[in-house]
């Protein structure tokens, strides 16, 4: 927001005034996604205390199913060159199909390019004026300066460039006993994120706060962990320390080009919440008893159908969640990988929230000739790849016999909702998260932000509310502010979080009561907007 947008008012003492009669968790409290503190081992619901226990019959499968990946590679004493993060299976970036055979994971291609054009890696020189005018620049190396991933241009041309930004850090660890966060040059800022083995930097002239930009290297940094482990990443720079982890990674660039392309699009990673496909709830109770009545298999964990990235069920094994983070890990594999179009694929995947030592295996596959409707079942079994592909086709059937295929297939074709169905004149857009199930839901986009520009700016609004709500020096709990295009109203309880953008002349009165309209309509249509119940196996 421009320094010269006048008129902000800051509202932290009236939280009673906008919504009354709202309880904090009023849109459900199912517990169906793992809360969005994501270092906290319990979460409170209800009165209750769910803890994620991370020393349960499944995750001790997860890891010693990692060991065992460990062990058939011969690196337990071995050479690093020969380590593998998935044994004798493919790796995220590739896939196998019913009949056993994998594809090169080089030959997929993006799923993303309706998002963002992906950036080319094989660019020669990397000094060009249109190179140095990039919006946001990525850069991921080792502890000792070894490229590992840049956003634009090939790692190679950059040497210099990855040492200059390995000295910095070096310099203030070794001088000052410190870690850098940030550099600020001029209307850019360098962001670091610097973990035990991997240091991640951003250099951006956008409008996200270096807070928001660490969560995005921090999603970043997990994508790794999902193509490799976090065991295998430190058993690898434990045997060499300036191992070239582009080895490892080769092939797998696609899913950071895809998650980086997802953040500027997609809300959720800012919120740390999943958007759902809205469907009637009767239609999305059948469609999760499909799944219940057809795949009772002992050691499936996870099943979810996810239509043009929308969750639209989600089943689970007691006792077991999973983390937005990992739900969007999930998506972003799905995005990027055209080749799961093609057949049943069969690959490893390790979501870093749920258990960042070992791999999961993902059953993937869609249910509808068009691609929109993906299934994954996620297993700790290895060898169960076409009993869950019998899962799949009684899945399948039972979905075509009670239209729930046809319903999935009406609900994308009608684009979400518009803004007029909640019947609020001024309302431009919003984004509502209820917490106590990490799901949230906002309309289509519509005038005046149908241009790439205009979306890019709204999305700095958003950037610009949240972090001003979530400021560590002064936490609010509602923020009013009118801009030169918009007036902004975010509200944030312990139960849902709310960001409205209105049109420029609304008052704050005319604000509060137009959130307490929206509060009531989604109310109204909560069990169609949200998974409010949890369904497990």
Known sequence: MAAKEAGQTELATETEELCEDLAPGDCGSAMLIASDSDDNLSTEF???KVFRNKRGHIHEIVRQSSQEHGDSSGTEHGDVNDVGPNGD????GASEDSSGEQSDGKELDGGVKDLCILPEHDEDDVKTPDWRAKRKHVFILSDSGKPVYSRYGNEDKLVTTFGVMQALVSFVEDSNHDSIRSIVVGDHRVVFLHYD???LVCATCGMESDRQIRIQLNYLYNQILS???LSTLKKIFKQRRNYDLRRQLSGSEKFLDSLLCMMETEPGLLLSAVRCLPIESQTRDMIAQSIVQNAKIKDLVFALIIANSQLVTLVRMKRYFLHPMDLHLIINLINAAESFKAAESWTPICLPKFDS???????ISYLDEACQTCLLLLSVDRDCFFTLSECKTKVTERLIKYNGLKAISDSLRKDSYNISKCGIS???????????TAQYTSPELEAPYLSTEEQERLFGLYYYLHNRIHSTSRPLKILYHVGQYEALLGWVTQGFELYAVFSPLVTK???INAVNKLMAWIRKEASRLF????VTF
């Open 46 to 48: 209800d009165g209750l």
């Open 89 to 92: 299976q493919t790796t995220p």
């Open 197 to 199: 083995n991997i240091i």
């Open 227 to 229: 193509v490799l482990t």
């Open 357 to 363: 030592s070992g791999f999961l295996q993902a059953h």
């Open 426 to 436: 001024d309302l431009r857009h919003f984004l509502y998260k209820n917490k106590s």
């Open 509 to 511: 009165s005319l604000a």
């Open 531 to 534: 998974i409010l119940e949890s």
